[in-house]
């Protein structure tokens, strides 16, 4: 097989390289945008719009945001506690269930298969869901941000995929060998799935991070509001208002609320410890760990 | 065999997890009033058992020191009705989406803020989510009842019945022009300048060109502003939707207001401005909410809110700087106007007379009412000599929503406002021309596609028209005809059919 016949030629190279390029640099304007704003004082804003480079750095968006110093830390903490237990627990849960199905002599595969696909496709809806929530009184404790994302049907499928590429013969062998099925899972399986493991992982995590919706259902208590309903809260606030001012019968006051560049330095402390979690998990994005475990 | 067996038992879990959870409602037998409890209200409060009340409202919450006002306001409460309420006070953006769920789901709670703009007051009564009040109110909110003007209890009717307690205050609504003093003064208006309409601005316009620097905005002017009494129209589902009547037409014929005179005017006034340089065009074109440019003082008239007795102290404690409304119209009273602020009681509410006379407290208890409006004396407001307060900046806790929690007449009277404010507020709510369809409320349900369309067509058009931008006369034909294709017709038939027999009764 001559190889060069594979090879895109010199012409097709550099339009392929000028599309990502330019896809890049779309992905990355907005982000280099916000942390512009941000930076930028607020009289610079209103009289010059936006800019990718600010006129004067100034920090007096990041004071505004950190005047209330604990608010900001104790979401934070609360952010950071969701996404980590969410992250072990659901790892664990997901894997735990999406091994079972992958395993071909589990005898009600298909049934268990179906009865968690049918919840990727028919819900309660919002209401039942709710009346469940609240009747195992879960409402203003950390769990309630937990526990309702920990099983995730598409997370399932995805790692029942995966673990359905490991060959069965290992699983044999380590029977062979004395292991029990629980021992096998943990000290096999789990290793040899890292990279499906980081993948719906990193999902997990993400989700767990950015939610807002569970905290504005069931938290009511300062203490357990999580980073990204903070920041919602204050950015539905002003939505609110702006749109229905002239509908109240009395006066909206917007003059409580952050203005545009104090908004942008709360978008970067919420998204920023993501952007740099993400290259720890890329080492994992790559597949192929299996081949040549097995002999013969 | 084996198969079924393995169907059969994954039903079963099924059912085990979700039966528990599914229907525990237990159908309200004993709905409406149950006026065999708390029968001996009359005599002292000492007879009336501990209660826990529940109560929901929007505002710019959680303020560093709601909770210690809560307290505070606890204290009167636990003391005058022996009952303790949680202030579930939840911030705008969130309300109605939380509302939503909490009414879905049944949740315990006693009462919550319901209006015809936020939290739809018909909508919700439809749903059966609010205790019909006719029984309760005048047992166990007498003041209250009297207090509100018989007229102004018939807008809250659905069916015959009240579904919704009033917050009394101003509700003639009056079209307003706000100005910021500072401008204004520089093109020789004062505080005793009267404009009969927008048009007499135009000299004061043409002033303006000369002195502001171009990126002042010289007149923000938008139709569903609150136009609507300026021009003298009652629009009756809505700013976006067609179907209005002249509050002047005692047969209220329903017409399409986006074909009426006025709108024509408004389009062809604004279309002439832009040409002589009145209107800041582009950047309010692209705007997304043109109210930020009113708040940083970048505006030098705006039309919008409504104008009431005193309005001019409470912008200016607000805003910090002293601020102009002046009104543009008559007063009206319209059924709109009326139910824009009002509390319900939940329709499975286990305490609904308890929670009739917390509202009566609300409305009676002039100390009660303002720890919840303004916060506690001298930590987060101050009173001065002649009685009035003013409002403490930052001071941890400041809703600034006097309209929402009750009758404001028990308010006290922010500094600068005239004494006698609230007798003011009263003779023009009963002075005002009420419209010929106050009382009627419109119910969408038949037409809601064709308002959801009509609604997407005006705000595709609208901001060409409120600022001038683009060629107006084609796009205005353009404009109707998209309308008319939308269904307004079949809308203002609809809304006519319905006055017709409203009025028939």
Known sequence: ????????????????????????????????????????????????????????????AFKVVFSNPMQILNSYLITILVAGLGIIFGLLINSMIAYALSRKDYPYRKQLSFFVIFTMLFNGGLVPWYLVISKLNLPNTIWVLILPYLANAWYIIILRTFFKTIPIAIIESAKIDGSNEFKTFIKIILPLSKPGLATVGLFILLMYWNDWWLAMLYIDQEKLIPLQYLLSRMMSNIEFLSKNMYMAPGTLDLS??????????MCILAAGPMLFVFPFFQKYFVRGLTIGSIKG | MKRIKGILSILLIVILVFGFAGCSKDNNSDSGADTSKGASTDEGNKELEHVNLTWYYPGSYPFKDQELVFAEANKIIKEKINATVEFKALPWGEYEDKMRVVMGADEDYDIAFTSNWFNNYHSNVAMGAYLPLNDLLPKYAPTLYKSVPEKFWEATKVDGQIYGLVNYQISARTAALNMKKENVEKLGIAKDTVFDSIDDLEPYLEKAKGIFPPDMIPILSEWRMSLQEAVGQEWIAGASIPGAIYLNDKNAKVFNQFKSEEFKKHVERNKIWVEKGYLGGDALFSAKDTGTFVNQGKVIFSVGGTWKPGVDEEETARRGYEFWVKPLSDAYVTTGGIIATMHAINSNSKNPERA??????MNTDV??????????????????????????????????????????????????????????????????QASPLLGFSFNPESVSAEMAQCESVVNEFIKSFDFGVGDVDSLYE????????????????????????????
């Not at chain 2, 409002?391 to 941890?396: E, F, K, N, R, S």
């Not at chain 2, 353009?478 to 009764?505: C, H, S």
């Open chain 2, 478 to 505: 353009k404009f109707v005809e998209k309308l008319d294709k939308a269904g307004a017709q079949t809308i203002t038939d609809e809304i006519q059919r319905q006055i017709d027999e409203w009025m028939g009764k």
């Open chain 2, 356 to 361: 009739m006379m917390l509202m009566e407290l």
């Open chain 2, 367 to 432: 100390e009660l009412y303002n720890i919840i409006a303004y916060g506690i004396e001298g930590t987060h407001y101050n009173k001065l000599e002649d009685g009035t307060v003013e409002v403490i900046p930052d001071a941890g806790y400041n809703p600034g929503t006097l309209w929402l929690h009750a009758s404001t007449f028990n308010a006290h009277i922010m500094k600068g406002m005239p004494l006698d404010v609230w007798e003011q507020t009263k003779k023009i709510n009963l002075e005002a």
């Open chain 1, 1 to 60: 097989m001559n190889k060069r016949l594979n090879q895109p030629g010199p012409l097709l190279t550099s339009i392929i390289h000028t599309i990502f390029i330019l896809f890049t640099v779309l992905c990355i304007l907005p982000v280099l945008l916000v942390i512009s704003i941000s930076l930028s004082s607020e009289s610079d804003i209103i009289n010059n719009g936006f800019r990718l480079i600010p006129s004067k750095i100034s920090f007096d």
């Open chain 1, 256 to 265: 409580n609320f952050p203005n545009e560049t104090a908004r942008m330095a």
